[in-house]
Nanobody
Framework: QVQLVESGGGLVQAGGSLKLYCAAS????????MGWYRQAPGKQRELVAT???????NYADSVKGRATISRDNAKITVILQMNSLKPEDTAVYYC?????????????WGRGTQVTVSS
């Protein structure tokens, strides 16, 4: 059993910054890729940023230059720093992690944290 718990969301003015945290707990520790996705009202969930075990990162074009994703040394906490926030960044942000468990590829999701950017 794996739990991903997000924190750090909230209300911020346009141009401001936020740091989102996702802590993993449970029986799995060796996550391959961890990342953040977001879903705005009426829209599909989309990728924000991911980071692999070897710290290779990938960002959505919409956040490149404004977001930085990182993992802690234990590789079970993933952090998303977002700067120069825009109203269009408003969404529920979900943490994601995947790992090979036994012979299966498992995908885990957090419950999400709301980010609201006011203009």
């Amino acid at each position: 059993q794996v739990q991903l718990v997000e924190s750090g969301g909230g209300l911020v003015q346009a141009g401001g910054s936020l740091k989102l945290y996702c802590a993993a707990s449970g029986s799995v520790r060796n996550f391959n890729t961890m990342g953040w996705y977001r879903q705005a009202p009426g829209k599909q969930r989309e990728l924000v940023a991911t980071i692999t075990w070897s710290d290779m990162t990938n960002y959505a074009d919409s956040v490149k230059g404004r977001a930085t994703i990182s993992r802690d040394n234990a590789k079970i906490t993933v952090i998303l720093q977002m700067n120069s926030l825009k109203p269009e960044d408003t969404a529920v942000y979900y943490c994601n992690a995947n790992a090979v468990v036994g012979l299966k590829w498992e995908d885990y999701w957090g419950r999400g944290t709301q980010v609201t950017v006011s203009s």
